[in-house]
């Protein structure tokens, strides 16, 4: 018997028979993309005529790999006797030319976002980003990659769209309680995502395609009025009798407004010693630290599909994995299938990597950060000085770049070596382009780090076949997972508690991870400036 599940209308019934209905269906890999072959199978589940189905969305999708079989479940709704109303995702917006400033420091989707709810409520966001745009970001990246050369104020963390433009663009949040995270894949699509972030159970855009979205949303901003300054760096924010009263650039321009976002996400270390000359309040937040680990992604997919090749009509496949050990987390984090480790330092003489994925995931590696929890109680100074664990965070990045030797290098070793405490005779052909570097990482990695991951990784091992492999290879250093820094804010108003008028915001701040609650960050924040 189909479970039936009563839902509120999108059109309006003009007979009592007119119905819409949701059910689960269970769909076979090379079926999913079958349109007919889904109504088919719904039709007979509730038990009606095919005839009846007068359409049927998709609700959610996911993958079931737990049986032998590897499925697609899908939550679908089916309209019985009812034509479907396409849904509107596109928004009006007014021209906001003239009207009160909002001062957003930071292009990311913090700023981004945070823009877009000033247009939608009749403010006009002037965002000011330290970096490039999109199309004049590539020339930095491509420098970064080829020649180990870092632009401080350009590269993977800083520009237009923040670290997720070019790192991947995975929208898998746990951020519902934040606020709406359908709201922000609607924005998304409306600027040219596809439709399938709105159903997949881990949505994800690509570093191919985001850029182009990004763009989409700049137009939208100075279309309706708003403002967006490039390499504009703010080197102060200007406050009187704990108001805001606007930031000052390094050109010496000043701009006002009496409400300022800091939107800067979790690399902007200039700002956090600009509130420590200030004197404004900012404390330790803990962090996670680690390397990145890539295996071939067949092994991946052999492990999670329970198969010796994978079907066509699966996409590359994923793995999360946690463990404890000695108390201490040890995770999996922004896993890319499919994907590509990118160097992401942003200064000279360190080395930070992350990694990320083109849309159709297709390259032959498969990579994780794979971290350990960093607490203040293992920084002894943490307890007296708030960048206790930032100074810990640049230490580690510094000692990466001398023991790789230079030009983003990175110190690396194979799985089995590391676990074992041998330096790797070679390493695997992998998909770091500024090169990779034998080395022991317990030369790089604190003790209680290295410690953590020899422990957990052969246990991660017992848990996904065939993930304990000396084809795998370890990438230092993980170490941007979060800001190791929080700004406080009050909890009602989102303000700082010495300055009124200052919406301390999204990543960099410690109140978001990732694209999605980073966005919803910024919203809620002009939010709060209405309601005032």
């Known amino acids: ?169 995975k929208l898998y949040t746990r951020s519902n309680k934040r606020g709406d995270v359908q709201r922000v894949l609607q924005l998304l699509v409306a600027h040219g995502a596809t439709e399938d972030i709105l159903v997949d159970a881990r949505p994800h855009i690509g570093t191919n395609k985001l850029p182009h979205i990004i763009q989409a949303i700049r137009h939208t901003i100075l279309n309706q009025g708003g403002e967006i300054h490039f390499n504009s760096r703010v080197v102060d924010i200007v406050a009187q009798f704990g108001r805001v009263k606007g930031v000052k650039l390094a050109s010496g321009e000043h701009i006002t407004a009496d409400h300022v976002i800091l939107a800067t996400g979790h690399s902007a270390r200039d700002m956090f010693e600009l509130f420590h000359r200030k004197h404004w309040l900012a404390e330790p937040k803990p962090f996670a630290l680690g390397v990145r680990i890539e295996h071939p992604q067949h092994i991946i997919d052999q492990a999670q599909y329970h198969c010796a090749v994978r079907s066509e009509h699966l996409p590359p496949a994923y793995y999360s994995l946690v463990e404890q050990v000695d108390g201490r987390g040890v995770f999996s984090f922004c896993m890319c299938p499919g994907g590509i480790i990118a160097p992401c330092a942003t200064d000279k003489g360190e080395i ?89 990482l317990s030369e790089v990695l604190p003790s209680f780090v290295h410690d953590a991951l020899r422990k957990a990784l052969p246990v991660f091992g017992q848990k996904m076949k065939g993930y304990y492999t000396n084809e795998a290879i370890l990438v230092g250093v993980e170490s941007r997972t979060s800001s190791p820094i929080r700004i406080p804010r009050d909890k009602d108003t989102l303000q700082h508690p010495q300055v009124k008028g200052l919406y301390p915001c999204g990543e960099g701040a410690g109140y978001a991870g990732g694209i999605v609650s980073a966005a919803i960050d910024g919203m809620n924040c002009v939010d709060r400036i209405i309601f005032q």
């Open 352 to 440: 930070v990597v992350n990694g990320w994925s083109p849309s159709k995931r297709n390259n032959p590696y498969a990579n994780s950060g794979t971290v350990v929890q960093v607490n203040l109680e293992d920084v002894p100074q943490a307890v007296r000085y708030p960048f206790a664990l930032l100074d810990f965070q640049h230490e580690v990045e510094e000692r990466a770049y001398v023991v790789g030797g230079g030009k983003l290098v990175a110190p690396a070793q194979r799985m089995v070596d590391f676990v074992q405490g041998k330096l790797s005779d070679t390493l695997p052909i992998n998909s770091y382009k500024p090169g990779t570097k034998s080395a022991l």
């Open 1 to 169: 018997m189909a479970k039936f599940i009563p839902l509120l209308h999108f059109g309006i019934k003009t007979r009592h028979h007119f119905m819409q209905q949701e059910i689960e269906l269970t769909i076979l890999p090379e079926k999913i993309a079958d349109q007919v072959h889904i109504m088919q199978t719904g039709a007979a589940q509730l038990r009606i005529a095919p005839s009846r189905v007068k359409g049927l969305k998709i609700r959610k999708r996911s993958i079931d790999a737990r049986g032998k079989q590897v499925v697609f479940r899908i939550r679908v709704i089916f309209y019985i006797d009812e034509i479907p109303i396409p849904e509107v995702l596109h928004h009006e917006y007014a021209n906001v030319a003239g009207a009160q400033p909002v001062i957003i420091i930071g292009a990311g989707p913090a700023g981004l976002f945070a823009a877009l709810r000033c247009l939608e409520n009749k403010m006009r966001p002037i965002i000011i980003e330290r970096g490039k745009n999109v199309q004049e970001r590539r020339r930095d990246l491509a420098a970064l990659n080829k020649e180990g050369v870092v632009n401080p104020d350009s590269n993977y963390c800083f520009g237009e769209g923040g670290a997720g433009t070019y790192s991947d663009g």
